[in-house]
């Protein structure tokens, strides 16, 4: 009776054997060729009304062999089966080598090489492998915990002044070139740390103190330039990524005296600093405040040299009219001279050296006399 709400078994459409599945069926088979058919059961080809035949006696070779060989070469077969098909990840590149000599480079994907014969070695060519001098990372994570105690072989180093600093960097690198990589350097990760700490005693030894402290992005720079291309030198096949120094001070016996220096250092930028700010405000307007009074100066003198020529002109003029005609000029000049002083005169007195007092007023105009006012006496 069909199970409800299943189809039919005559509907389903029958699939291939799962892995599973085969493994079963060829354990089950090796099993009837050891043990047999079960008793009771009537053999091969015989009627069923026929007689049990007895169980013969314990199994030999050579009624093993024929047996065991079939399962034998399909173990065998599968297993060559399997060890000849392999897959390369996204990311990684496979090396395969024949007889222990390199053969060829497999890109990700299904592949197939000779068993017992080829060999594959896996390379992962995306991975960013990191080496840290200095220090280790003991804890990563958002709050990474580091280790910095017993580094100080590696981190301490010599500038050129004959001065030591303390320096933490990391190194990181990719594989270029997996051939190079697995059979031309012996210990990569040991050759890249060697090279590292060659190339920042390198770089460092041609500076000083000060250079060391305050240039890192140039120091960085240079040694990831040595540091790639003495790995070239040895076929290493690494591309270097990033070389980034993560803290340089002077070592801890000396850091109480550096700081003393780091301030007074601060101190003197800072005062000069002041002194810079404050000689940009004097100074520019000192020089303004003196250009204006030169300018002035000069705009001054060509007024008045230009006044003088100017009179100097008019007079040499009535000079000349006036040895034409002197009584004539000498009327006009006067006549000229009155008609500019006398509007600007408020109040005229006409005294006779004759008399000893004051002559009556003359009224120009104005709305009342002045006080009276003594007369000096004429001689």
């Known amino acids: 009776m069909p199970i409800p709400n299943q189809p039919p078994s005559w509907g389903r459409k029958k699939g291939p054997p799962s892995p599973e599945e085969l493994i079963a069926a060829l354990i089950k088979k090796i099993?009837?060729?050891?043990?047999?058919?079960?008793?009771?059961?009537?053999?091969?080809?015989?009627?069923?009304?026929?007689?049990?035949?007895?169980?013969?006696?314990?199994?030999?070779?050579?009624?093993l062999l024929p047996k065991v060989l079939p399962v034998v070469l399909i173990l065998v077969a599968f297993n060559l089966l399997s060890a000849a098909l392999y897959t390369i990840a996204p990311g990684e590149r496979g090396v395969v080598l024949r007889l222990g000599r390199f053969y060829a480079t497999t890109d990700p994907g299904l592949h197939f090489k000779l068993p017992l014969i080829d060999t594959l070695r896996k390379v992962d060519v995306e991975h960013v492998r990191k080496e840290e001098f200095g220090f280790r990372t003991k804890v990563p994570g958002e709050k990474t915990l580091y280790d910095k105690s017993g580094f100080n072989s590696e981190s301490l180093i010599l500038t050129g002044d004959?001065?030591?600093?303390?320096?933490?960097?990391?190194?990181?690198?990719?594989?270029?070139?997996?051939v190079d990589f697995l059979f031309k350097v012996k210990n990569t990760e040991q050759a890249v740390r060697d090279v590292s700490e060659t190339a920042i005693r390198?770089?460092?030894?041609?500076?000083?103190?000060?250079?060391?402290?305050?240039?890192?992005?140039?120091?960085?720079?240079?040694?990831?330039?040595?540091?790639?291309?003495?790995?070239n030198s040895y076929q290493s096949g690494i591309k270097i990524v990033t070389v980034k120094l993560q803290d340089v001070n002077p070592p801890e016996q000396v850091k109480p005296a550096f700081n003393e220096v780091n301030e007074a250092d601060q101190d003197m930028k800072r005062l000069v600093n002041e002194a810079e700010e404050n000689y940009n405000q004097v100074i520019p307007k000192a020089k303004g405040t003196a250009k204006?009074?030169?300018?002035?100066?000069?705009?001054?003198?060509?007024?008045?040299?230009?006044?003088?020529?100017?009179?100097t002109a008019r007079f040499l003029?009535?000079?000349?009219?006036?040895?034409?005609a002197k009584e004539v000029t000498r009327k006009r000049m006067y006549l000229e001279t009155m008609r500019k002083v006398l509007p600007k005169v408020e109040a005229i007195y006409?005294?006779?050296?004759?008399?000893?007092?004051?002559?009556?007023?003359?009224?120009?105009?104005?709305?009342?006399?002045?006080?009276?006012?003594?007369?000096?006496?004429a001689h």
């Open 31 to 63: 099993k009837d060729h050891f043990e047999g058919p079960p008793e009771g059961s009537a053999p091969a080809g015989g009627g069923g009304g026929g007689a049990v035949r007895p169980p013969s006696g314990p199994p030999t070779a050579r009624t």
């Open 162 to 178: 004959k001065n030591v600093v303390d320096a933490e960097w990391i190194v990181q690198y990719k594989v270029q070139d997996p």
């Open 202 to 231: 390198r770089v460092m030894g041609d500076h000083d103190f000060d250079y060391a402290l305050q240039s890192r992005e140039a120091i960085e720079s240079a040694m990831a330039k040595n540091l790639q291309e003495t790995l």
């Open 292 to 311: 204006k009074i030169l300018e002035e100066a000069q705009g001054y003198a060509v007024e008045r040299v230009n006044i003088a020529k100017g009179d």
């Open 317 to 324: 003029s009535i000079l000349s009219q006036y040895q034409g």
């Open 350 to 377: 006409l005294v006779d050296k004759d008399q000893r007092a004051i002559l009556p007023f003359l009224d120009l105009g104005q709305a009342a006399a002045p006080a009276a006012i003594k007369a000096e006496p």
